[in-house]
């Protein structure tokens, strides 16, 4: 904690100005427009929402966006959990690039390791042809979508687990092992009890960014419907179907449904931080 | 102070089986290092290099004449213009409000912390249609909009906004962290020495933080200038107009130019790398 707290209040200067525009930026740009939203959906009629939603290709696009994302994150957990171990404990050559090249999907724009990623796994690409051999296809099916997503939440769970497993103390583990528990005891008992909670939270996190993705995924899933169309892409089809005027009402019922996700989501991830430094 | 406990003596090691020291790796070690290696070898290096690849397929000939494309040439100069507006702005306001929630301590502060991060946990393309619900033509403000001839959504404008929507909390977010880190001590000295409190700013923290707030400009800049899926619910998809370069990226991509798809990518993929290096810079100093 800072020495903020112990010092007397208000000693420095700005606190309202800065606190005032930050609260008024945040609702012009954030708030007041995702409340419209919220306001929007108001208006929709009570059938019209269940049609919406019960219609099967909705009712697909969420079973795809949900299971994608979940099985992604899955993946992602796994080898994250084994980066972050390998960058944590061990000291090697090429150790620093290793953990600056975890950032790579965060920082590279979405449409980009869409489009490069569709070219590498599509059937004459260098992963794509080799796959295909093995009767695998990537590009154009779920498992498509599946790679983009375990790319983009990657960094998501590394960084999580990371400063955790480098937090972690050396002692108790020694001592456990001094008191002849064996490796298997040590990694069941004393390890995974402690990295488990932020390994949740990397999950967790890595999930809620796939549900949303858009611009890793249209290019490499090929968007069919009931097959590879995702929800972010149905919400972009529906608003461009100009000649239907429900098309649009249907857009934002599907937009408002997704948004709860996402907040029920955020929830459960700060439900997790909480229980993680309540049970530091 | 005298203290009164004797040190504890040092268990020895009862196991006839040497501890391995910190940092040595291994059989263990060199598998889970081997998994990584070859999983971010495959996931990200191959692919980043691709990018390169895929746009000097044609050589150096074929990449310059597709960045020297028109349609090319106007996505960039729109995204410039559009990172020029949404950039500064979230940058300042990144700037206020970590001073606000970094250098004080208020009730409802972990509140507002989650309200600033909300951007972040909306998809892009919801984020778009926000913009789109409150300034489009079936909007809010529609019929307003349309009285009054003005172009928001499907122009410039729109893809602004969505911009400073998607981009808003990532200066903010280095900044806290850093503005916490750096206590209030030195900024209280200047105050009670009778510096002004922008003085005390301009003198003292921002010279503290001046590799984070670097970081800050940089990461928004990028993430201002990659934005796909807001920017593609709002913008008009013109290629000339009103595409950006991501969304020219799609356009050429579609239209099988993929020189012209990776050449515009080379450029933002060269810009995540400076962003990563920036990170780097920031976290060693």
């Given at each position: 904690m800072s020495s903020a707290i112990r010092?007397?209040?208000?000693?420095?200067?700005g606190f309202g100005l800065t606190l005032g525009y930050t609260v008024l930026y945040l609702s012009v740009i954030v708030l007041i427009p995702m409340s419209t939203l919220l306001f929007k959906s108001f208006t929709l009629s009570w059938t019209q929402v269940r049609s919406t939603l019960s219609d099967p290709e909705v009712v697909a696009a969420f079973r795809l966006s949900f299971g994608a994302s979940a099985v992604a994150a899955v993946l992602d957990a796994i080898f994250g959990l084994i980066i972050a171990w390998s960058l944590a404990r061990y000291r090697f050559f090429g150790r620093r690039l290793m953990d600056a090249i975890i950032d790579v999907p965060f920082a590279l724009p979405t449409a980009v390791a869409g489009i490069v990623l569709t070219n590498l796994f599509s059937e004459n690409g260098l992963y794509g042809h080799v796959l295909l051999k093995y009767g695998i296809k990537i590009a154009y099916t779920p498992a498509g979508i599946v790679t983009a997503l375990l790319f983009i939440g990657l960094p998501f769970v590394v960084r999580t687990v990371q400063p955790v497993i480098e937090d972690l103390e050396r002692d108790v583990e020694e001592a456990a092992e001094g008191l002849g528990a064996n490796r298997l005891q040590v990694l069941l008992r004393i390890l995974l009890p402690s990295i488990f909670p932020s390994l949740l939270t990397g999950f967790a996190l890595a999930f809620a960014r796939g549900v949303g993705e858009y611009g890793s995924i249209v290019f490499i899933s090929g968007?069919?419907?009931?097959?590879?169309?995702?929800v972010p892409f149905l919400i972009v089809s529906k608003l461009q179907?100009?000649?239907?005027?429900?098309a649009y009402a249907q857009a934002t019922t599907i937009a408002v449904a997704m948004l709860a996700a996402s907040l029920l989501i955020l929830g459960l991830i700060n439900f997790l931080q909480w229980w993680r430094t309540r049970s530091q | 102070m005298i203290t009164l406990q004797k040190p504890i003596p040092t268990v020895p090691q009862p196991m006839a089986k040497p501890r391995r020291q910190a940092g040595e790796i291994g059989i263990v070690g060199a598998i889970l290092i081997a998994i990584s290696v070859v999983f971010l070898a495959l996931f990200i290096v191959v692919p980043v290099i691709s990018v390169f690849y895929f746009a000097f397929q044609d050589g150096m000939r074929g990449y310059i004449a597709a960045l020297q494309d028109s349609d090319a040439v106007a996505a960039i100069r729109l995204t410039l213009l559009v990172a020029a507006i949404a950039v500064p702005l979230n940058v300042f306001f990144g700037l206020v409000g970590a001073w606000a929630i970094g250098k004080f301590r208020f009730p409802g502060r972990g509140l507002l912390l989650s309200l600033i991060e909300l951007p972040i946990a909306v998809s892009p393309v919801v984020a778009g249609l926000i913009y789109v619900m409150l300034l489009?033509?079936?909007?809010?403000f529609g019929s307003f909009i349309d009285r009054h001839n003005i172009q928001i959504i499907f122009a410039t404008p729109g893809i602004v906004l969505a911009t400073i929507f998607v981009t808003f909390p990532f200066a903010l977010r280095v900044m806290v962290p850093l503005m916490e880190a750096m206590g209030d001590n030195e900024e209280q000295a200047a105050i009670v020495l009778g510096a002004s409190g922008l003085k005390t700013f301009f003198r003292v923290t921002a010279p503290n933080i001046k590799w984070g707030i670097l970081y800050g400009v940089v990461l928004t800049n990028a993430r201002a200038m990659g934005e796909f899926g807001a920017v593609s619910v709002v913008s008009?998809?013109?290629?000339?107009?009103?595409?950006?370069i991501p969304l020219q990226v799609e356009t050429y991509y579609q239209n099988y130019n993929d020189v012209g798809a990776f050449a515009l990518s080379s450029l933002l993929t060269l810009l995540a790398i400076v962003t990563l290096v920036a990170k780097n810079i920031m976290e060693a100093g």
């Open positions: 010092l007397p209040r208000r000693v420095l200067p968007n069919l419907p009931f097959k590879t169309e995702i179907q100009f000649q239907d005027p429900t | 489009g033509i079936h909007g809010v008009g998809h013109i290629a000339g107009v009103t595409n950006t």
